[in-house]
DNA sequence: TTGTAAGCGTTATCAC
DNA sequence: GTGATAACGCTTACAA
């Protein structure tokens, strides 16, 4: 493979000059004219690729970032993949991906990998409340902050569940339901449920919650609607679920119990996940602006300017109607 | 960063042996029983990380692999993405993942991205059907033939339609159609008609077929199905669809136009896309083995055998119930 | 302004 | 079996 791979002393040696010549010219430094036009034809004659890697290895600037996900699957980190992705490309980097399956230990891999590859940086949505993250190493996190010295990105997870409960009281609700399924790891995430049940209790509204973790059985989630369940209707008429994925799971278990959605009960996920990526979506929500987000990380991890990083950035929400809801 | 990261040097100073035996040792070839010890607690003690830069550059050998997608929001290719990294990282390698949006010189100016940074082989789903493979660097290629020494790894799409065609009349249709929407550029996947199709004559089935592009707006579909609407239902009792997504959309239009699924029309899709990554099918299906297509994809880049590599490797795929047929 | 040469952290080839 | 030493391809002082 590299065996006809042009180095930088054969163009030097096509074009007659010198080796640091052609490295002024291929970075853009000042150099005579003429010598550059003839570096530049032999560049292109001998279709010459700089090396990264030797690069890298001399200057520490590799133009390449890691990006750690539990996984890809879910399409909240698919998408979170994908602008990422985008968005370092637009700043000519590339993307290592690391998957974790959430596991701790696997995180922590994968940042000792990070280090030995060189990225210029990190983002990583991680659980591991101690992750260990070599200093030197720029780190972004998504949606969990574990350490003041490194920079948090998230949605406004607070608001984003203060608009949940106000949207469901404008639409006629009167007595509201938070639903929450997620990590026993404290992250972002949970202030969902703060804004809401703040929303809520400023306006003397009634407000319920049942609060699991992940890897709970459905019929928890079950049990607790049946007994909600009256002649009438329902005892709730307003439900908020902490993802798209819980709220859709409500749906299909209110179905199952000939309860109307949105008539008995409206409901609001949170996310804004749509089918196949961008063919709707599966619930009234409030969405998550992930482009944005991936932006904000990138920006953060490779935009130094001196400026002081903020620990935590939170990007403003957006209620999505989407079926589930009166309006 | 580098600054504080020991380097095999420090390690042999603090081990009190040659650069070379630390190497060595690393590397896990032959060396004094008691000089290992001596390197292995002087690693543990500096906290020492190969730097795969610096190796790379010096052995060609950088245990990265790229990934070229067109995008990764997707499911089936957010379900690419995450096995082919887990059957990577199984490998002890990593990847690097590049998006293409499916453009022809984006998709050829990752693979140069790719020489630059001299990952140790590319797994590209790419359309441009003149892409560039400089050779030298290993490539497989996914659901797409391109060139007769580039082995290409898909599902068995034909036989993914003759089993579609099969269950089909199984189910008691007796009048089938087929839907596609897809590129306009040829690829595996076009097999799925070529099944299909087989399988109804051979049985004598009657046989109708849309084929459209990408970019056809949805009206195309829904006149073809609203002029095949009948007083007693729908003159087709059976319809394959090239892809889940397009059999999701289908089945709206259907719906819009009371023709009820799957008592009026059976619907089979193709791909095995389920909701949330893992919460169940949108449709009845033929679904593709994603984590074997990966696994093959990876075994066939990185697993050298002397063996010649088959320049197309098709994986079984399943027939998946998934509520539009009546089975 | 241009050329020269010293590394960056490894691996691999030799003498010892 | 072990330890110098020369690459690998590039950047960057520094000298011409």
Not at 8 to 23: F, H, N, P, W, Y
Not at 145 to 161: A, E, H, L, Q, T
């Amino acid at each position: 493979m590299k065996k006809n791979m042009p180095t930088m002393k054969d163009i030097a040696k096509e074009a007659g000059v010198a080796l640091g010549t052609v490295s002024k010219v291929i970075n853009g430094l000042p150099v005579g004219e003429s010598y550059r036009l003839r570096v530049e034809a032999a560049v292109k004659k001998l279709g010459y690729q700089v090396n990264q890697y030797a690069r890298g290895l001399r200057s520490d600037k590799t133009y390449t970032a890691a990006l750690i996900l539990p996984g890809v699957n879910h399409p909240y980190f698919a998408g979170l993949a994908q602008h990422v992705c985008e968005s370092l490309a637009r700043r000519q980097y590339r993307m290592l991906l690391y998957l974790t399956g959430s596991q701790p230990e696997v995180e922590q891999a994968c940042v000792h990998m990070v280090r030995q590859n060189k990225a210029d940086g990190i983002i990583g949505l991680t659980y591991n409340p101690e992750l260990e993250v070599p200093e030197g190493i720029p780190f972004v996190s998504i949606d969990r902050c574990f350490r003041p010295d490194i920079p948090c990105v998230s949605s406004d997870n607070y608001n984003g569940g203060r608009m949940a409960a106000e949207k469901l009281l404008e639409l006629g609700c009167t007595s509201l339901g938070f639903l929450r399924v997620g990590s026993p790891l404290p992250g972002e995430a949970d202030k969902r449920r703060d804004g809401f049940k703040a929303l809520c209790e400023s306006r003397g509204a009634a407000y319920e919650e049942l609060w699991l973790n992940d890897g709970t059985p459905l019929d928890v989630i079950s049990d607790f609607l049946q007994k909600r369940k009256t002649e009438a209707g329902f005892s709730l008429d307003g439900l908020f679920c902490c993802t798209d994925l819980l709220a859709w799971q409500v749906q299909n278990l209110l179905a199952q119990m000939d309860v109307d959605v949105p008539r008995d009960v409206q409901l609001i996920g949170f996310d804004g996940i749509q089918r196949f990526g961008d063919q709707g979506y599966y619930c009234s929500t409030i969405a998550q602006p992930i482009p944005q987000l991936a932006e904000a990380c990138v920006s953060l991890l490779l935009d130094k300017g001196d400026a002081m990083k903020p620990s935590l950035t939170c990007l403003p929400v957006r209620y999505q109607p989407g079926g589930t809801t009166r309006d």
